[in-house]
């Protein structure tokens, strides 16, 4: 099969590489779409041990199941495998599972491929009349989707405005997840003018540049992760109010610890989904609960170097870039 390999650095090969290799209870997948995520951005920049070349990249994918009895069957993909035994995986909070693996990080090859391997369970079943182009987008949407349920969760009192900080497709689909749950306001911080454009003319959403001053919001969704963005969380969150965090830009730096105490503004760090948030993000994208979700743009696999490329020199208007293995493509 065709695929693209991660070789270090800023290098990517699109070369032949021998097919997946079948588990038990694993089915092979023939990938129609496939995402481009900020974490393979991050390895593909050498930024991610976890990530050690050479590697297939890519974990946002959807397409068909070929042989065995689901043979045909249009699927997007759970990335995320569990163990399914464990306190956490018990709990239904099994993307705590300590022993999870994500495709796209050793020992699972990813979906910047035209196959990819994964187990049945991990499979959602996608209706005729959804395009794969949308069912592809489930997976980060479902992070936007998880950290949106823990917040509100968390929320006492109005649930009238939020605020996410960030444009990319982590924070629209947060953005996007919070109107799905019931927030009637729902604004976006994003600095870049080419994408914040998109953002509201493809998108249809509400976007600033910066935060409105003296403006207050009952829940605030930092989708970046560095001390400036946190810093704006801390300062735009109400009294009592909630702070959802899923950015990894950075590690440290820009909570205002003590507004949060005196405040009791409450923080809560969450990390990608569960798969009963898979399920009912992929359910909200079948019902049409989150929009067009037309604002992808698809390029196809042996251009993702100049893709990824692209990416890092902010020339990207759209959230998203999916890339497409197959040559003659099915209906997308």
């Given at each position: 099969m065709k695929a693209l390999i991660y070789t270090g650095p800023e290098g990517l090969d699109y070369i032949d590489v021998p097919d997946p290799a079948l588990e038990l209870g694993d089915q092979l997948i023939r990938v129609a779409l496939v995402g481009i995520c900020g974490s393979d951005m991050h390895a593909y920049l050498g930024h991610d041990s976890r990530r050690p070349a050479p590697l297939i990249?890519?974990?946002e994918a959807a397409g068909r199941i070929e042989g065995g009895p689901r043979d045909g069957e249009r699927v997007t993909i759970n990335p995320l495998v569990t163990c399914g035994v464990c306190n956490a995986c018990q709990d239904g909070r099994d993307n705590l599972c300590p022993v999870r693996q994500i495709i796209s990080?050793?020992?699972?090859?990813?979906?910047?491929?035209?196959?990819?391997?994964?187990?049945?369970?991990?499979?959602?079943?996608?209706?005729?009349?959804?395009?794969?182009?949308?069912?592809?987008?489930?997976?980060?949407?479902?992070?936007?989707?998880?950290?949106?349920?823990?917040?509100?969760?968390?929320?006492?009192?109005?649930?009238?405005k939020a605020l996410v900080i960030g444009g990319g497709a982590i924070g629209l689909g947060a953005a996007l997840s919070?109107?799905?749950?019931?927030?009637?306001?729902?604004t976006i911080i994003e600095p870049n003018p080419t994408r914040r454009a998109h953002l509201i003319k493809r998108c249809g959403q509400t976007v600033l540049s910066e935060?409105?001053?003296?403006?207050?919001?009952?829940?605030?969704?930092?989708g970046v992760g560095y001390a400036a963005t946190r810093a704006t969380a801390s300062a735009c969150v109400r009294p009592g109010g909630v702070i959802g965090h899923i950015g990894l830009g950075e590690d440290t730096g820009?909570?205002?610890?003590?507004?949060?105490?005196?405040?009791?503004?409450?923080?809560?760090?969450?990390?990608t989904y569960t798969a009963e948030d898979f399920r009912q993000t992929s359910q909200a994208i079948f019902d049409g609960r989150l929009g067009p979700l037309?604002?992808?743009?698809?390029?196809?696999?042996?251009?993702?170097?100049a893709a990824f490329s692209d990416i890092r020199n902010g020339t990207v208007a759209a959230p998203k870039i999916l890339l497409q293995p197959a040559t003659t493509p099915e209906r997308t």
């Open positions: 990249l890519g974990h990080m050793p020992p699972r090859e990813g979906g910047f491929a035209e196959l990819v391997a994964m187990p049945d369970r991990n499979l959602v079943a996608v209706p005729d009349s959804v395009p794969l182009s949308k069912a592809a987008l489930a997976e980060p949407i479902a992070c936007g989707w998880h950290t949106a349920r823990l917040s509100l969760e968390a929320l006492l009192g109005t649930r009238d919070l109107k799905a749950q019931g927030v009637s306001e729902v935060p409105l001053q003296d403006t207050v919001y009952d829940l605030v969704i930092d820009g909570l205002d610890i003590r507004r949060m105490t005196l405040q009791e503004i409450t923080f809560i760090g969450t990390y037309d604002w992808a743009e698809i390029r196809h696999l042996s251009e993702g170097a």
